[in-house]
């Protein structure tokens, strides 16, 4: 089945402890990205990544990282989290950048 | 940068009324894309429009792109109880690979 899966589904954490949320995808896609959704706010584009090693900032990449080593992998590192980055994050991926985006199911996190 | 600005809000309809949501890009689009999100979901594509002035049909759902492809709206024909959810347009401009999408429009109907 063509999907996109992201892990953990559900992370609460402490402020300052490192944590990775992984986002895989079996489409052969070029495009991944990253998004967070808060309340009123939409989803906002935090890092993408046109293809292998290729990625660039979004219009919220502050306190992210991100890595493009495989094709199917795009995981998401937050060095240092704070509670200002508790969102629900959705990781999506696309044949190529300005085709139909396929979502993941969406991370919650929060960090207190 | 480049802002995608999406009114209202909120819509709550009664059953059977018909709802409309506008998207305003700040630049020129290449193209724009509409996504739903159910409740407790994730968006799932609806569909793409990338011609000025196009106009495309699924079922109960009208999309327009405006000639000079800075504004979309997606119109519902008497709405059902199924329809319920976020709709939401991403625009892609001259930055290659930067997707910005409107806040969205809640959408609620009551039966």
């Known amino acids: 089945e063509a999907q996109v899966t992201q892990n953990p589904r559900y992370l609460i954490t402490v402020t300052g402890k490192k944590l990775t949320v992984t986002c895989s995808q079996n489409?052969?896609?070029?495009?991944m990205s990253w998004y967070r959704q808060d309340p009123g706010l939409g989803l906002r584009q935090i890092y993408y990544s046109m293809n292998v090693e290729v990625t660039d900032k979004g219009d919220v990449p502050e306190g992210y990282k991100v890595s493009r080593k495989e094709k199917r992998n795009f995981p998401l590192i937050l060095e240092s989290p704070s509670p200002n980055q508790t969102s629900l994050y959705f990781c999506a991926s696309a044949i190529e950048y300005r085709n139909t985006q396929y979502f993941g199911p969406g991370t919650r996190l929060t960090v207190l | 940068g480049q802002q995608v600005m999406q009114i209202p809000q909120y819509q709550h309809v009664q059953e059977g009324e018909d709802f409309t949501t506008y998207c305003n890009s700040s630049?020129?689009?290449?193209?724009i894309q509409w996504y739903k999100q159910r409740p407790g979901g994730h968006p799932v594509f609806l569909i793409q429009?990338?011609?000025?002035?196009e106009v495309k049909k699924q079922k109960r759902l009208t999309f327009q792109f405006g000639e000079a492809k800075k504004n979309s709206s997606l119109h519902i024909t008497a709405t059902q109880t199924t329809d319920v959810g976020t709709y939401f347009c991403a625009g892609h401009g001259t930055n290659a690979g930067k997707s910005t999408f409107g806040d969205g429009t809640t959408l609620t109907v009551k039966p």
């Open positions: 630049t020129t689009l290449s193209n």
């Open positions: 489409m052969n896609h070029e495009y």
């Open positions: 429009l990338v011609k000025s002035g």
